[in-house]
């Protein structure tokens, strides 16, 4: 069978929910062949340029939408980052690929060496891997596999074998980062929360001493361009945080960079209530997990919530309070079940107003507030729209019945991820493609909207 028969073949496996067509039907095979090609063996890159090795929750979001092709090889996706994972519970945002060259991407392995300088906290000797985290969405990456193929999962042992991972991952954020003490887990370098150079960050970064320009070499500019990416000044502070945690062990304290962040911990709890669901599947109760959930979704509220901007901020753990920078990370929130009715009808105003334009000057929710002074539409995380937030929130509109508004988001993901060749991340107002195309989770989180149950009127996972 040839390659187009092998993709259109799976379309039968998986059928879409809508009526299809010609455009649905060529989109699901050319995201189907972005994942084919970024696929290793074991797991995906997020694009085979700029980003060689493995990521966290790249990773997550790959196998949520590899899932639709083969829930085997989503597991797959899975297994491998979580085999990764250290002693103390942490999961690496990187598993680097011994094959790739060193110079192909840095930080590489030779500057994190975690089996030296993390093996105080467990670190595995027998693969090299960074040593901060990213965002916690394993769990409800690992529910949602399941939820593809129960059958197979259940033969495999799939959730047995992955339970105590996650469990153990929780409880490394839960305890070892609650650096504030309200119940909420801190980030220590902004390559943890995921969108690297928000301008939620400059504050926090203004006190840290930048690395010497001539310390490092950015391999990043050689395959994306220099107005698209951070710059030299904030990429030198990363690495001084980056060297000084590595220097101290790895061990988890107060550094110059503290900061809980809404859209972490909303990832968070949302795994919570995932690991709830695996916890029962598994024949136990979920209870006490689901209480959980709970419990962090009061301390969001209490300690990020600011109801006079009806959003979520960032708290500065070292500068002493909220950071008054609106972000797609304020709004992340809004995937959460249970979160307070007039909270969510407040973040749904905040999502379509002047700040993020949502179903009027934009089609996709920019990263970055478009009446901000560090707004700019291709820089990064300071204003492009990103497929994986827009995933997300279309998922928590969708959670609290804003079906509307959930549909017309998902129709523009899916526009423009096939117009822009799934992109990394796109221009707000145009849809213009930035960063690396053929990128992993845009082409994952379009086919996941494609087929996903959740477009039958209610989340059937």
């Given at each position: 069978?040839?390659?187009?028969?092998?993709?259109?073949?799976?379309?039968?496996?998986?059928?879409?929910?809508?009526?299809?067509?010609?455009?649905?039907?060529?989109?699901?095979?050319?995201?189907?062949?972005?994942?084919?090609?970024?696929?290793?063996?074991?797991?995906?890159?997020?694009?085979?340029?700029?980003?060689?090795?493995?990521?966290?929750?790249?990773?997550?979001?790959i196998a949520i939408?590899?899932?639709?092709?083969?829930?085997?090889?989503?597991?797959?996706?899975?297994?491998?980052?979580?085999?990764?994972?250290?002693?103390?519970?942490?999961?690496?945002?990187?598993?680097?690929?011994?094959?790739?060259?060193?110079?192909?991407?840095?930080?590489?392995?030779?500057?994190?060496?975690?089996?030296?300088?993390?093996?105080?906290?467990?670190?595995?000797?027998?693969?090299?891997?960074?040593?901060?985290?990213?965002?916690?969405?394993?769990?409800?990456?690992?529910?949602?596999?399941?939820?593809?193929?129960?059958?197979?999962?259940?033969?495999?042992?799939?959730?047995?074998?992955?339970?105590?991972?996650?469990?153990?991952?929780?409880?490394?954020?839960?305890?070892?980062?609650?650096?504030?003490?309200?119940?909420?887990?801190?980030?220590?370098?902004?390559?943890?929360?995921?969108?690297?150079?928000?301008?939620?960050?400059?504050?926090?970064?203004?006190?840290?001493?930048?690395?010497?320009?001539?310390?490092?070499?950015?391999?990043?500019?050689?395959?994306?361009?220099?107005?698209?990416?951070?710059?030299?000044?904030?990429?030198?502070?990363?690495?001084?945080?980056?060297?000084?945690?590595?220097?101290?062990?790895?061990?988890?304290?107060?550094?110059?960079?503290?900061?809980?962040?809404?859209?972490?911990?909303?990832?968070?709890?949302?795994?919570?209530?995932?690991?709830?669901?695996?916890?029962?599947?598994?024949?136990?109760?979920?209870?006490?997990?689901?209480?959980?959930?709970?419990?962090?979704?009061?301390?969001?509220?209490?300690?990020?919530?600011?109801?006079?901007?009806?959003?979520?901020?960032?708290?500065?753990?070292?500068?002493?309070?909220?950071?008054?920078?609106?972000?797609?990370?304020?709004?992340?929130?809004?995937?959460?079940?249970?979160?307070?009715r007039d909270i969510?009808?407040?973040?749904?105003?905040?999502?379509?107003?002047?700040?993020?334009?949502?179903?009027?000057?934009?089609?996709?929710?920019?990263?970055?507030?478009?009446?901000?002074?560090?707004?700019?539409?291709?820089?990064?995380?300071?204003?492009?729209?990103?497929f994986n937030t827009?995933?997300?929130?279309?998922?928590?509109?969708?959670?609290?019945?804003?079906?509307?508004?959930?549909?017309?988001?998902?129709?523009?993901?899916?526009?423009?991820?096939?117009?822009?060749?799934?992109?990394?991340?796109?221009?707000?107002?145009?849809?213009?493609?930035?960063?690396?195309?053929?990128?992993?989770?845009?082409?994952?989180?379009?086919?996941?909207?494609?087929?996903?149950?959740?477009?039958?009127?209610?989340?059937?996972?």
């Amino acid at each position: 069978m040839d390659r187009t028969a092998q993709l259109t073949s799976r379309v039968t496996r998986y059928p879409v929910v809508y009526e299809p067509d010609v455009t649905t039907h060529s989109l699901h095979v050319r995201a189907a062949e972005v994942l084919e090609a970024n696929w290793t063996g074991t797991s995906t890159v997020p694009s085979r340029s700029l980003y060689p090795h493995q990521w966290s929750w790249d990773s997550a979001f790959i196998a949520i939408g590899q899932r639709h092709l083969s829930p085997l090889r989503a597991q797959t996706e899975l297994e491998t980052l979580l085999a990764a994972q250290w002693d103390d519970g942490r999961i690496p945002h990187i598993v680097f690929n011994p094959s790739v060259p060193l110079d192909a991407y840095f930080p590489s392995p030779d500057f994190w060496r975690s089996s030296t300088a993390g093996r105080a906290a467990g670190a595995p000797r027998t693969v090299q891997t960074s040593g901060i985290v990213q965002p916690p969405v394993h769990a409800l990456a690992v529910w949602l596999v399941h939820c593809a193929d129960p059958g197979l999962s259940r033969a495999r042992g799939f959730l047995t074998r992955m339970y105590p991972r996650l469990a153990a991952w929780h409880r490394y954020l839960l305890h070892r980062r609650d650096l504030g003490g309200g119940g909420l887990a801190s980030v220590v370098h902004p390559w943890e929360q995921g969108m690297d150079n928000s301008p939620c960050w400059d504050t926090p970064l203004s006190r840290v001493t930048p690395a010497p320009a001539r310390s490092f070499r950015r391999a990043d500019l050689d395959h994306g361009a220099a107005e698209d990416r951070p710059t030299d000044l904030d990429y030198g502070r990363y690495v001084r945080l980056a060297t000084d945690y590595r220097d101290k062990g790895y061990e988890d304290g107060w550094g110059d960079f503290a900061v809980e962040d809404p859209s972490f911990n909303a990832l968070l709890i949302a795994s919570e209530h995932a690991l709830a669901r695996i916890a029962q599947e598994l024949g136990a109760t979920g209870t006490a997990r689901h209480a959980r959930a709970e419990r962090l979704t009061a301390a969001l509220v209490d300690r990020l919530w600011d109801p006079a901007q009806g959003m979520f901020f960032c708290r500065d753990l070292r500068g002493g309070g909220l950071i008054p920078e609106r972000s797609v990370s304020g709004l992340v929130p809004l995937l959460l079940p249970t979160l307070p009715r007039d909270i969510v009808e407040a973040l749904v105003r905040t999502t379509a107003s002047k700040h993020f334009g949502l179903g009027g000057s934009t089609r996709l929710v920019p990263s970055y507030d478009l009446l901000g002074e560090a707004f700019d539409p291709h820089r990064y995380w300071r204003g492009p729209a990103w497929f994986n937030t827009s995933w997300l929130l279309e998922r928590g509109l969708r959670t609290h019945g804003e079906r509307g508004r959930a549909d017309a988001l998902r129709r523009a993901v899916l526009d423009l991820a096939d117009k822009s060749g799934f992109a990394e991340y796109v221009d707000p107002y145009t849809g213009e493609a930035c960063g690396a195309t053929g990128f992993g989770w845009t082409a994952a989180l379009a086919l996941d909207l494609l087929h996903s149950n959740t477009f039958k009127g209610g989340d059937q996972e």
